[in-house]
């Protein structure tokens, strides 16, 4: 597939901002308790000045409406999350599997959603923001489902259905998820470097950041361009995986999450 820039969004971080986290591919979900207990963790004891949550925050989200249900993991969550974002400025961007995240989620939690991609000015910097599915060109199959899932009228006809049938839907999905990943098959797609070098130069960006590979390392594009690549969290494997990149004055640096 071709390597085309979409729109690219800006952000100017306030002057009084000094560090700033970065963290992507929790995919929180009820059967993982001890994920959202370490995400309660980190907020309660960041310093961090703002928080940028790269997509995936969720395994799946059925529609903002699954927050207004009594006792519900969406309501939990976004609870959890509007205490943070009474503290400091929180941000979401759409991953693959919460990408039907909408206007209900930010007037719950505070949360403001950016766009996929956006530059943050922090300084005399410019960072480029991503997800990072859009990038991986290799994973065909997926690329046409995602023109299809980010249309907002195909978006409006799922979040039509009754809550029940996409919870149904939902559960099916991280069922067939798992199983791929029991079976061995399920395979993550790398960014394409000339698309992230396209997106970069379009930017006016020496760094991407960004997560969805699930294979957190930093990568030297070009000369002065660079790619870094966010953990994904799994408080259950062995061993487990959390962490954020977080951004001060004397540069990125790579922290645990785990207790």
Same mark, same amino acid.
């Given at each position: 597939?071709?390597?085309?820039?979409? @729109?690219?969004?800006?952000?100017?971080?306030? +002057?009084?901002?000094?560090?700033?986290?970065?963290?992507?591919?929790?995919?929180?979900?009820?059967?993982?308790?001890?994920?959202?207990?370490?995400?309660?963790?980190?907020?309660?004891?960041?310093?961090? *000045?703002?928080? %940028?949550?790269?997509?995936?925050? %969720?395994?799946?989200?059925?529609?903002?409406?699954?927050?207004?249900?009594?006792?519900?993991?969406?309501?939990?969550?976004?609870?959890?999350?509007?205490?943070? +974002?009474?503290?400091?400025?929180?941000?979401?961007?759409?991953?693959?599997? *919460? %990408?039907?995240?909408?206007?209900?989620?930010?007037?719950?939690?505070?949360?403001?959603?950016?766009?996929?991609?956006?530059?943050?000015?922090?300084?005399?910097?410019?960072?480029?923001?991503? $997800?990072?599915?859009?990038?991986?060109?290799?994973?065909?199959?997926?690329?046409? %489902?995602?023109?299809?899932?980010?249309?907002?009228?195909?978006?409006?006809?799922?979040?039509?259905?009754?809550?029940?049938?996409?919870?149904?839907?939902?559960?099916?999905?991280?069922?067939?998820?798992?199983?791929?990943?029991?079976?061995?098959?399920?395979?993550?797609?790398?960014?394409?470097?000339?698309?992230?070098?396209?997106?970069?130069?379009?930017?006016?960006?020496?760094?991407?950041? $960004?997560?969805?590979?699930?294979?957190?390392?930093?990568?030297?594009?070009? @000369?002065?361009?660079?790619?870094?690549?966010?953990?994904?969290?799994?408080?259950?494997?062995?061993?487990?995986?959390?962490?954020?990149?977080?951004?001060?004055?004397?540069?990125?640096?790579?922290?645990?999450?785990?207790?």
């Amino acid at each position: 597939m071709p390597a085309t820039v979409p @729109p690219i969004a800006e952000l100017a971080a306030p +002057a009084a901002w000094r560090t700033v986290d970065f963290l992507a591919d929790l995919h929180l979900e009820p059967g993982q308790p001890a994920t959202l207990q370490a995400l309660q963790r980190y907020l309660d004891g960041t310093p961090a *000045d703002a928080i %940028f949550l790269l997509g995936d925050l %969720f395994e799946v989200w059925v529609g903002d409406d699954a927050i207004d249900e009594p006792g519900s993991f969406e309501g939990i969550c976004c609870a959890l999350l509007a205490r943070a +974002a009474r503290r400091r400025p929180l941000f979401f961007m759409h991953g693959n599997r *919460d %990408f039907l995240v909408g206007a209900g989620f930010t007037h719950h939690t505070g949360v403001a959603l950016l766009a996929d991609p956006t530059v943050l000015q922090l300084g005399d910097k410019r960072w480029l923001l991503s $997800h990072g599915d859009a990038l991986c060109l290799n994973d065909v199959e997926y690329q046409r %489902f995602r023109a299809v899932a980010r249309n907002p009228d195909w978006q409006a006809q799922l979040l039509a259905r009754p809550l029940p049938e996409r919870r149904a839907q939902g559960r099916s999905a991280r069922s067939e998820s798992e199983a791929r990943k029991q079976a061995g098959s399920a395979v993550y797609a790398d960014v394409d470097a000339a698309a992230a070098l396209a997106w970069l130069h379009a930017a006016r960006a020496q760094a991407l950041i $960004h997560g969805h590979t699930h294979l957190p390392a930093d990568h030297v594009l070009a @000369p002065g361009l660079t790619r870094h690549v966010l953990t994904d969290w799994d408080l259950a494997a062995h061993p487990p995986r959390a962490g954020v990149l977080r951004l001060t004055p004397e540069g990125l640096q790579r922290l645990p999450c785990v207790s």
